[in-house]
T-cell receptor, first 112, second 111 residues
Framework: GENVEQHPSTLSVQEGDSAVIKCTYS??????FPWYKQELGKGPQLIID?????GEKKDQRIAVTLNKTAKHFSLHITETQPEDSAVYFC???????????FGTGTRLKVLA | DADVTQTPRNRITKTGKRIMLECSQT?????MYWYRQDPGLGLRLIYY???????NKGEISDGYSVSRQAQAKFSLSLESAIPNQTALYFC??????????FGQGTRLTVV
């Protein structure tokens, strides 16, 4: 069945360093890849997304890259700040089903 | 006011009891979803609905049922709660082909 693998499960970085979270999806028909940030006691919120017709997208300190051939996509956070500490989820979806299949999450800790 | 509202936010119930979790949205979206979150397992899809007359099972629907009472309302029921249904439950909405919007979650404990 459809599956999204996410690594690492936990990640600690020093403030100011970069963080990278990687996901692999199984359904080659997936064409929409969002990333969500979940803060303590809250629901996940979209931080960036990418569609299959582009390879990279940036929004200030956050970027996402997509390799359709390898079925990989990654989240890059530069110049990390303490407020970036949260759980991050990747997901994959495709036209027609609009089901979002989520990865298992990465707990990011930014150490001051 | 939140775009996606879940009630209750927290609930403790006993094994064998019936419980309903409610979700309402003001986004005007047709698509609504119920997810379950467990540590280390991420968000798993329980049920989803693409309009009032459409209900679909997700990957972990056993032990759950849903009702789509209106475009804006989608409720999740546990007919006979069991301890391994203790989890954080999220309702979400979306309008294709874009992002999903999540509620604040319901923390359910079955004792």
């Amino acid at each position: 069945g459809e599956n999204v693998e996410q690594h690492p499960s936990t990640l600690s970085v020093q403030e100011g360093d970069s963080a990278v979270i990687k996901c692999t999806y199984s359904d080659s028909a997936s064409n929409y890849f969002p990333w969500y940030k979940q803060e303590l006691g809250k629901g996940p919120q979209l931080i960036i997304d990418i569609r299959s017709n582009v390879g990279e997208k940036k929004d200030q300190r956050i970027a996402v890259t997509l390799n359709k051939t390898a079925k990989h996509f990654s989240l890059h956070i530069t110049e990390t700040q303490p407020e970036d500490s949260a759980v991050y989820f990747c997901a994959a979806s495709r036209t027609g089903t609009y089901k979002y299949i989520f990865g298992t999450g990465t707990r990011l800790k930014v150490l001051a | 006011d939140a775009d996606v509202t879940q009630t209750p936010r927290n609930r403790i119930t006993k094994t064998g009891k019936r419980i309903m979790l409610e979700c309402s949205q003001t986004k005007g979206h047709d698509r609504m979803y119920w997810y379950r979150q467990d540590p280390g397992l991420g968000l798993r899809l329980i049920y989803y609905s693409f309009d009032v007359k459409d209900i679909n099972k997700g990957e972990i629907s056993d032990g759950y049922s849903v009702s789509r009472q209106a475009q804006a309302k989608f409720s999740l029921s546990l007919e006979s709660a069991i301890p391994n249904q203790t989890a954080l439950y999220f309702c979400a909405t979306s309008d294709p082909p874009g992002q999903a919007f999540f509620g604040q979650g319901t923390r359910l404990t079955v004792v």
